[in-house]
């Protein structure tokens, strides 16, 4: 019997976040093969797919979906744009992995998932907490009933440094960066769905972008329908690394997950008691990043259905955009009442 062919996936963006999802495709999957690589920045591809060894470069994004040899894509440009894109490689019959999040509006995120639904094509989103080892234990360990009912949670991000605010959008510290804190208290809440939400934001880090919509600090409290309240918090500058931890407090117990530290190796001397912390989200969830486009493609190739769906960042989505409201208003928000403007 002859051998599978590799699946050839096409990669949208070249930036940050693309790149390394680029070298993960080339190199570290089995099975998987970087065949194009789309952006238009001027000079983008070609500096990325060349080393790779992809011979495919496109500067126009419709090119790639046109291109007949694609099997699926991979998504990470700017999340403005996600949506759209989706859109567009679902009608072009292409399987989607899209970076978070999926949409920046409700009817985007609706838009998205009925395109993909439509074309008969898998949609999965980019939360790669729920492949990083620790995170997936906690979730299964409250499935299994470890902690009983789950009645406090906490999910936290604080971004190493805010060097030049400027080209962040408004609203980033919701959209962008809770979002993943979010879908991470709806993984360890599993099967309750979130009814209320109040937040707190301001400019701590850079006051004086404040006037520009910047907001760098938030916390988040969030009524579920199970009884459990959470906490969401977000800061964008952590002098000692990246900062990403959860907790599950329940009736029956308590779990507590994530590490900045680089190592298990703590130091001791004169100095006092130090230990190398991590300061890259490529570096703390190096092996998530991986592993979430692994099981993309397998699905892909096998058939089976995504494990994080359209529908969940919708989901995540939503508490982020009630939380917009309510730094707004100043008043909690029930997610059943949320208006998009």
């Given amino acids: 019997m002859a051998s599978q062919q590799p699946l050839a996936v096409g990669l949208i963006g070249a930036g940050r976040m693309g790149s390394f999802h680029a070298e993960t495709l080339a190199h570290r999957l089995p099975g998987v093969r970087l065949a194009a690589v789309a952006d238009p920045a001027p000079g983008a591809v070609e500096r990325l797919a060349a080393p790779l060894g992809c011979a495919t470069a496109y500067t126009a994004i419709v090119d790639l979906l046109a291109d007949p040899r694609i099997e699926a894509v991979v998504i990470a440009t700017p999340a403005r744009t996600h949506a759209d894109l989706v859109e567009a490689a ?58 009983g009912t789950p009645q406090l949670l906490r999910s936290l991000t604080r971004d190493p440094k805010l060097a030049d605010p400027a080209p962040i959008p408004p609203w980033t510290i919701f959209l ?129 259905a995504p494990a994080v769906t359209g529908e969940d960042a919708r989901a995540a989505l939503s508490i982020a955009l009630a939380a917009i409201q309510s730094v707004t208003v100043g008043a909690p928000v029930r997610i059943d009442e949320l208006k998009e403007h």
């Fill in 176 to 304: 962008e960066t809770l979002v993943h804190d979010f879908d991470t208290l709806r993984y360890l809440n599993p099967g309750a769905d979130p009814v209320e939400v109040f937040a707190m934001a301001d400019a701590l880090v850079r006051p004086d972008f404040k006037d520009r919509g910047l907001l760098d600090t938030a916390v988040v409290t969030i009524r579920f329908d199970n009884g459990a309240l959470a906490t969401a918090e977000a800061n964008f500058q952590a002098v000692y690394g990246y900062d990403v931890r959860g907790e599950v407090f329940g009736s029956e117990g308590m779990l507590t997950l994530g590490d900045i530290r680089r190592t298990h190796l703590t130091s001791y001397g004169s100095g006092g008691i130090t230990a190398e912390c991590v300061g890259y989200d490529q570096d703390l969830f190096r092996d998530a990043y991986v592993a979430e486009l692994a099981d993309f493609t397998d699905r892909v190739r096998t058939g089976r």
């Fill in 90 to 147: 679902a009608r072009a019959g292409k399987a989607v992995y899209c970076e978070k999040p999926m949409a920046v509006t409700l009817a985007e995120a609706d838009r998205a998932v009925s395109a993909a639904r439509d074309a008969g094509v898998a949609l999965q989103v980019g939360f790669n907490r729920r492949y990083d080892p620790g995170f997936r234990a906690a979730h299964d360990k409250v499935v299994a009933g470890a902690v």
